[in-house]
């Protein structure tokens, strides 16, 4: 499989490759079950966002429901802002499984040639939208204007400058990659127009800083459907800890479920997580609006792949779609899944070299 070439600032965001040595092709496996297991890990190191996108991964947390299923071994968790940092914890292997962006998890792969991470579910469809001043009418308005997005090469700048490609404005607007709390503020000073986003920022632009929504992202999709949230795991600790992950995607269905039955419960579970993370509760109208914009998930949409692999190359920050055959290993999760008499995930050939 061929790398995807990526440019420079891109590629910066994506160091820390030495740590790939142990992740030979001659001792990995399409599925953990022929792998050398070593048993349950004693301690496992999770990774996600203080974002309602990432509401499986704070209910899972808040609620317990991973250090239920852990047992003895101990979770430890870290968040981040954007996808391209979180990847760069993977890949120096700080970090070993990750609630994470599309965009980022697809660069992970690609620039690792297929070695280092492995995706073993969905988390999250829907909930991103690029919001803007209530006097911009249509994408041609945004011409000459300042458009945000988290992070260089992340999910929601990827889309945003695909979305640019595709209707003739690249060059035309400026997109400045500014961290989502920042980007609240700027927008409230005037500094940009827009912002390509994820919820809760897109609802609290609009609540707070009297913005609208000019797309809901789910409208570029057919279905609706999209993976803005997905969960990947080191190859290496996948090949080593297959219990310990098993845990937690047996965590993470459990958080699944809860919120789907629980919404209002789930909701302040969510706010109690973003207070404990970032000092500050939503108000109930913005996490009620924030909400309505997500599908809670297993599903990874794992046919959206490759096209989200071109999307990267017509965003501009990589020079040749990534390979994704034989990213995807949903083994366990579809074990799990099957134990309770859920439907399995498709993997739609993503499992296959």
Known sequence: MSAVNLKPAVAIALVALTALSGC???????????????GPAGEVRLGYFPNVTHAAALIGVEKELFKKELGSTKLTTQTFNAGPDEVNALLGESLDIAYIGSGPAINAYAKSKGEAVKLISGA???????????????????????????????????????????KNLTGQVTVQN??????LDLFKKGDIQAAWVPEPWSSRIVAEAGAKVLIDEKTLWEG????????????????????????????????????????????????????????KKLGDKILDAAWKNIELTTDPQAKTFPQLAKDAVTAGVATEA??????????????VLQAQGKPQVQAAGLDKK
């Open 24 to 38: 030979s092709r001659a001792g990995s496996s399409d599925t953990p079950a022929a792998a050398q297991s070593k």
């Open 124 to 166: 999250t469809s829907g909930g991103a939208a690029l919001v803007t001043k209530p006097e911009i009418n249509s994408i041609e308005d945004l011409k000459g204007k300042t458009i945000a997005t988290p992070q260089l090469a992340n999910t929601q700048d990827v889309a945003l400058k695909k979305y640019l490609a595709g």
């Open 178 to 183: 500014v961290e989502n709390a920042q980007t």
């Open 224 to 279: 609706g459907q999209f993976p803005t949230t997905v969960i990947i795991v080191r190859t290496k600790f996948l090949q080593e800890h297959p219990e310990t992950v098993e845990a937690v995607l047996k965590g993470h269905v459990a958080a699944v479920d809860w919120a789907k039955s629980n919404a209002d419960d789930a909701k302040k579970a969510v706010n109690a997580a973003l207070e404990k993370l970032t000092s």
């Open 322 to 335: 990534a390979n994704v055959a034989g990213y995807a290993d949903f083994t366990l999760l579809n074990k």
